[in-house]
């Protein structure tokens, strides 16, 4: 798929999973997950293209470094490693002492690592409806796995994708604010 594509899927799916565990705050997730989304899979696709020389030219294809479903968890959880520092910064700053500790920025710092390990299996996720798909080991070799064999950028394909990303958006603002007018009402009646 396309890497706009990956961008607004992942960012639909990391929002919708930050608005089940943590339904208060959801422009905060939405930025949180569409950082952790642009990063992570701008690494993936990055590191795990190369292009070889053919008679024909040269041909991009996918490599087993990244296009793996456990080395795309590894591969997430490095790509969140600045804005991790970034948020410890932020909320600790260079100096730590045990009272700056608090439970928002504990559960900011969760979210960011339980995103860092779903961006890499989301790419894949939507990797293997294309025509290279991913790589699976088989009798010790690395094999190509498709579910189906669509071309990279076909439209129709990729505009699906970007209308899945969009639903799962609109699925994590309604759960958050939905639960924030559920707590609204009940807390003030």
């Given amino acids: 798929m396309k890497l706009r594509t990956h961008y ?20 905060y997730t939405l ?13 993936i696709d990055r590191i795990g293209h190369k292009e070889i020389v053919t008679r024909y030219g ?6 087993p470094l990244t296009h793996t479903i456990p080395r795309s968890v590894i591969w997430g959880i490095v790509s969140i ?47 293997v409806f294309t025509e290279r798909g991913i790589y699976v080991k088989k009798y010790g070799k690395w094999r190509r796995f498709a579910l ?8 129709a394909i990729n505009g699906l ?15 958050s604010h939905h639960y924030f007018y559920y707590q609204y009402y009940y807390y003030y009646k």
């Fill in 8 to 27: 607004i899927f992942s960012t639909g799916l990391l929002s919708l999973l930050d608005s089940v565990l943590f339904h208060e705050y959801f422009y």
């Fill in 58 to 63: 040269y041909i991009p294809v996918r490599t």
């Fill in 148 to 155: 189906a064999h669509f071309r990279y950028d076909n439209p």
């Fill in 81 to 127: 490693v600045p804005v991790l520092i970034l948020l410890l910064i932020y909320y600790y700053g260079f100096s730590y002492h045990e009272y700056y500790f608090s439970l928002l920025n504990n559960k900011v710092i969760l979210l960011t690592l339980l995103n860092g390990l779903v961006v890499g299996p989301s790419h894949m996720l939507l990797d």
């Fill in 161 to 175: 994708a970007i209308i899945a990303g969009f639903l799962l958006l609109l699925t994590a603002y309604y759960i």
């Fill in 31 to 43: 930025i949180l997950s569409g950082i952790v989304s642009v990063i992570g899979n701008f690494l």
